[in-house]
């Protein structure tokens, strides 16, 4: 779902909904909604567990602020200390599912300004998978990243851009891509090469979608297999850092951000030939919506 009231209540009821133990990544927070509903958690005797990004651009005060915070209402809290300097990664795991992936920090200016995607599921695949993987990231975070993780599970850096360009070099019919970031020349070579060979692609970048400021990402390619999560097609975001998304085809959510695109997306895009992949990439990490 993208709408800004749904998008809250969604990550509200997965905090609401766990009954012993609550695993999150948070890269930015500052939601009292949130706030307050993994407060409630613990107080229910919830195990809240928190692993935080080590660094976000002009938020490393609010990082250590937000760290004890939790710390004080009971809350587990640790930084993430392995080779990928930031754990872009925005997800939520509620006992043995639902599990959520998301694209939006969990802040109040991506819950009411920005566009920005959440998925749910209850694939235990996926489900076992990110809490593989937060184990992994919080006790041994450079051991590599759990062996044979679900299909529909995309974990950066390690997987993030042979499975981007693999989804990517399948579209036969249209691509189309929200992501404010579009810089990886890899990426752009492919989205370049598809529309000299027919493919429709349509690339929302910065701007305006749907009224909000774009800062979601999500990849849409011939109406059946969808991406959604944290990784953008940026160098930074698929070389260095620690990201997840969610590999959707499920007919009922891929229609769902079909009819968003043909709803949203009718202005304010862009073709790949529109743009010109810079000579000097640096860490994209340049706003507070990251």
């Known amino acids: 779902m993208w709408e800004t009231g749904e998008r809250r209540r969604t990550v509200l009821d997965v905090i609401g909904g766990a009954r012993r133990e609550l695993v999150l990544s948070v890269f930015r927070c500052d939601d009292f909604h949130v706030l307050d509903a993994l407060g409630e958690a613990v107080q229910r005797k919830v195990r809240v567990r928190a692993l935080l990004t080590p660094r976000a651009k ?109 989804i990517l070099g399948s579209a036969r019919r249209t691509i189309r891509i929200i992501d404010h970031r579009v810089s ?24 305006g979608v749907a009224g909000f400021l774009s800062h979601g990402k999500m990849m849409l390619v011939d109406d059946a297999t969808a991406v959604v999560g944290s990784i953008s097609m940026s160098p930074p975001a698929l070389n260095v850092r620690r990201e997840v998304a969610a590999v959707i085809r499920d007919p009922a959510n891929v229609a769902e951000l079909k009819r968003f695109f043909e709803t949203y997306g009718t202005t304010g895009g862009i073709g790949p030939n529109e743009w010109s992949v810079p000579d000097r990439i640096e860490d994209d990490d340049s706003d507070d919506n990251d």
């Open 184 to 207: 990886d020349p890899e990426c752009v070579a492919v989205l370049r090469q598809k529309q000299a060979a027919g493919v429709s692609v349509h690339v929302i970048g910065l701007g």
């Open 58 to 166: 002009n938020w490393d005060k609010r990082l250590q602020d937000l760290g004890v915070f939790l710390d004080s209402m009971g809350a587990e809290v640790q930084r993430y200390a392995g080779a990928h300097t930031k754990y872009h990664a925005k997800y939520i795991v509620a006992d043995d599912g639902p599990a959520l992936i998301a694209s939006l920090n969990f802040t109040r200016k991506c819950f009411d300004r920005t566009c920005d995607f959440v998925v749910v599921t209850h694939e235990p695949g996926v489900i076992s998978g990110l809490r593989a993987l937060f184990e992994s990231d919080c006790h041994a975070p450079d051991s590599g990243i759990p062996a044979n993780l679900d299909g529909s599970l995309v974990v950066g850096p390690e997987l993030a851009r042979a499975r981007f360009l693999e």
